[in-house]
């Protein structure tokens, strides 16, 4: 079945800095989502990609939809306090009408 | 409506009993997903329903496992025979048709089976 690899597994940084992690997978995706989950609640959605190549914005985020379509990355500039959680790449090969293939997450921890 | 509503929101069980959890989504989604999340883990999908019909299954979703959305709405997901095994975060999420693949995620329900 479909795989992602999720990198890196944590990250431990210091408020203000820049954070990257990534995410690679054997097959195609059509779709790239990103989420972001705390502690005993539901992943809450971040960005959503839609083509490849696609580069887009949320705040102090921005993703990435890789050109192979096997890939995408989430960069956060500028890091504070409430960043911290549990970052999960996801894509889907259909329009919707199938599930979402989720990576096993980034559990990022910011250092005062 | 503000988001998706699971309920409840944490149960705990002994073994080999059944237990049912329900799903109320965003109204206006006609697309419901189930998904099991263990610690440690992304979240695993186990089904998908487009209004009443539940369209995909995944090889997770064994037989003791079964979901319904009998009119389209709410679903429920019914785990008969519990096992320790079935412990983990059972969450919904909803989309809309045409909304591309945006799933809006609920905040789960914590199964603990003893």
């Known amino acids: 079945g479909q795989q992602l690899n999720q990198s890196p597994q944590s990250m431990f940084i210091q408020e203000g800095e820049d954070v990257s992690m990534n995410c690679t997978s054997s097959?195609?995706?059509?779709?790239w989502l990103w989420y972001k989950q705390e502690p005993g609640e539901g992943p809450v959605l971040l960005i959503a990609?839609?083509?490849?190549?696609e580069l887009t914005s949320n705040g102090r985020l921005t993703a990435q939809f890789g050109i192979t379509r096997k890939d995408s990355f989430l960069n956060i500039s500028a890091s504070i306090p409430s960043d911290v959680g549990i970052y999960f790449c996801?894509?889907?090969?259909?329009?919707?009408?199938?599930?979402?293939?989720f990576g096993k997450g980034t559990h990022l921890i910011i250092q005062p | 409506d503000t988001g998706v509503s699971q309920d409840p929101r944490h149960k705990i069980t002994k073994r080999g009993q059944n237990v049912t959890f329900r799903c109320d989504p965003i109204?206006?989604?006609?697309?419901l997903y189930w998904y099991r999340q263990t610690l440690g883990q992304g979240p695993e999908f186990l089904t998908y329903?487009?209004?009443?019909?539940?369209?995909?299954k995944s090889r997770l979703l064994s037989d003791r496992f079964s979901a319904e959305r009998p009119k389209g709405s709410f679903s429920t997901l019914e785990i008969q025979r519990t096992e320790q095994g079935d412990s983990a975060m059972y969450l919904c999420?909803?989309?809309?048709?045409?909304?591309?693949?945006?799933?809006?995620f609920g905040q789960g329900t914590r199964l603990t089976v003893v």
């Open positions: 996801a894509g889907q090969s259909g329009g919707g009408a199938d599930g979402l293939t």
């Open positions: 999420a909803s989309s809309r048709r045409g909304g591309g693949s945006e799933a809006f």
């Open positions: 329903f487009q209004n009443e019909a539940q369209l995909e």
């Open positions: 097959s195609i995706f059509n779709t």
């Open positions: 990609l839609y083509k490849a190549g």
């Open positions: 109204s206006e989604h006609n697309r």
